[in-house]
């Protein structure tokens, strides 16, 4: 009779188990044993090459620069969206002329596809008759071409990002604090706390999981997401904006190097397992679940 | 002016912030071109944009496209994760936590990151080029076998009971009693999924080269970048057209949406 239970229940999770494997788990190894052998051409087989793949991207300037745009892309856009998020939920989750209006403000970056906001965050950025330059050129700034110059690119790029990650996190933020019992806020009130402690001791620990769920999410998105990237600026000028990701889908698919772009992307898992692990690290034992 | 006064205004000139490339996309769609770069309130208003970008590229045939591979994938996605999240919620074999543990493995490790690896299976399935490929990455998720079981085990194991009394079958037990009581998370589940597919980019982009197979936001890129040189107001016409349903069914149903999208995103 267990028997028949287990057997029952592996027949009810084979084919989730067999998709997940075939385009997941399984190129993910593949993927690994990939960046030990070369790329092949033609009728020339992959060879074994040891870790050639790897010292070769040592030696690789444009990966290089990829990986610490992506660092500090990181850096960046993480804790601000987060913290935005946060500023923005707590903001819509009291009373407030126009509240539906705001939030249906915050929710349009998890509505529009990325690719078809870059159309229009390129016109922002566009020189002189762009939003961005005209409302510089009134205050009499003078031009800018964003886009063109490596200082700026980088972090118009993250501005959209910012902008794009800030309202999606915006929702699981509030979707806590409505779940939040409302008498403890009462109580909060008649102890006579400040608003200041009250959310330091009471609303921030309380958001904990939420915290620790929408830091992993957006770790995870300053690797994975480059369709603005693609959009806007092609990893340019002279590399500015190259993300990881971006450089892995040029080396895959604009040189067909194969071999460099499976090394590239362990190197990307490895980074995005090992700050996963850091946040757990740090967080994990902070965050109670109910 | 008072703190209260402040908040409220940093907060509207926050949401201003948040939608203006929205109502910026609006203005330029609905007014001739020279009216892209300069704001008048007695622009007249056109739907001529809108025509151009209609006729410009096959927008019809990404409309299908799109709609036929987001159709695929939250089918199959229902009728395979469903089962897997009961089995993972409500019954015992070897091994149940592992498995799990190596199924939530793809929430880090997205199919997006193993396009060079996926491309070249749909290459030896003979696949590429096929709205089939576009989806078949995306037929098993981790993200939904997580969501159901959570809500599965929420559910009363007494009515779960009381069905196995009337002597229905397991799949009795899941059709008329679990999947019912989890109405709400397959609307949550259902609206985050088609969101995030309809609006998937990077994959599609590798996978599809001809028009009878790329979706939306492939023919988007491909006529912003190529077709129009820097016709804003056409551009923006066809931002709009592609984000389009999206734009109608959350201003219908947004209440549900905002609800929905929480629910998903409780844990």
């Known amino acids: 009779m267990i028997k028949r239970q287990t057997l029952l229940a592996y027949a009810m999770i084979a084919p989730a188990l067999l998709l997940l494997g075939a385009f997941t788990h399984w190129p993910a190894v593949g993927t690994l044993i990939d960046s030990f052998y070369s790329t092949p051409h033609g009728n020339r087989a992959a060879v074994s090459v040891g870790v050639d ?117 915006m929702i699981f933020y509030l979707a806590a604090l409505q779940t939040m019992p409302a008498d403890l806020a009462e109580v909060g009130r008649l102890e006579g706390a400040s608003r200041w402690l009250y959310f330091r001791r009471v609303t921030w620990p309380l958001l904990m999981p939420t915290t620790l769920f929408v830091i992993v999410n957006a770790v995870i998105n300053a690797f994975r997401l480059v369709d603005h990237v693609v959009v806007m600026t092609r990893g340019g000028p002279d590399n500015a904006t190259n993300l990881l990701l971006y450089h892995i889908y040029e080396t895959g698919f604009r040189f067909w190097d194969s071999a460099a772009a499976a090394t590239l992307t362990v190197v990307l898992l490895a980074i995005m397992g090992i700050l996963a692990g850091l946040v757990f690290a740090v967080l994990g034992r902070k965050a109670h679940y109910r | 002016m008072s703190t209260r006064r402040l908040e409220i205004l940093a907060t509207w000139m926050l949401g201003i912030l948040w939608v203006a490339p929205l109502a910026y996309a609006v203005w330029t769609a609905f007014h001739p071109s020279e009216f892209a770069t300069h704001f008048s309130l007695t622009a007249p208003l056109t739907l001529e944009n809108f025509v151009h970008a209609w006729d410009a590229a096959p927008f019809a045939h990404y409309f299908l496209n799109t709609t036929l591979m987001v159709t695929l994938i939250l089918v199959v996605q229902f009728i395979v994760c469903t089962p897997a999240a009961f089995a993972f919620a409500r019954m015992e074999f070897r091994g149940r936590e592992t498995i799990f543990a190596i199924v939530l493995l793809q929430l880090m490790v997205a199919p997006d990151l193993l396009l060079v690896r996926n491309y070249r299976t749909m290459a030896q399935l003979g696949l590429v080029d096929t709205i089939g490929a576009i989806a078949l990455p995306y037929l098993g998720s981790a993200f939904g076998i997580f969501l159901l079981r959570q809500n599965f085990r929420q559910i009363p194991q007494e009515l779960d009971d009381a069905a196995r009394l009337e002597g229905a079958s397991l799949f009795g037990r899941l059709w008329r009693v679990y999947i019912p009581l989890a109405k709400p998370v397959y609307l949550a589940y259902g609206l985050v999924l088609v969101s995030y597919h309809w609006n998937n980019f990077l994959w599609p982009l590798v996978i599809t080269n001809s028009v009878t197979t790329r979706p939306l936001t492939v023919g988007l890129a491909v006529f912003a970048s190529t077709d129009q040189g820097i016709d804003w107001s056409i551009i923006t016409a066809a931002t709009l057209m592609t984000s389009g349903p999206l734009l109608v069914a959350f201003l219908l149903f947004q209440r549900q949406f905002i609800a929905s999208f929480m629910r998903a995103g409780i844990r």
């Open chain 1, 53 to 169: 793949n790897y010292t070769d991207l040592l030696d690789d300037p444009v990966f290089l620069q990829a990986l610490i745009n992506n660092l500090w892309y990181g850096l960046v856009t993480i804790p601000a969206s987060v913290g935005l998020s946060l500023l923005m939920a707590l903001s819509v989750n009291r009373a407030l002329p126009g509240r539906v209006l705001v939030r249906m403000a915050y929710f349009t970056p998890t509505i529009l596809p990325l690719i078809a906001v870059a159309n229009i965050w390129l016109f922002f950025f566009t020189p002189d008759y762009g939003l961005l330059d005209q409302i510089s050129l009134a205050f009499g700034f003078g031009r800018h071409n964003w886009l063109g110059e490596p200082a700026t690119a980088l972090p118009a790029m993250m501005a959209v990002a910012i902008w794009k990650e800030a309202g999606f996190f």
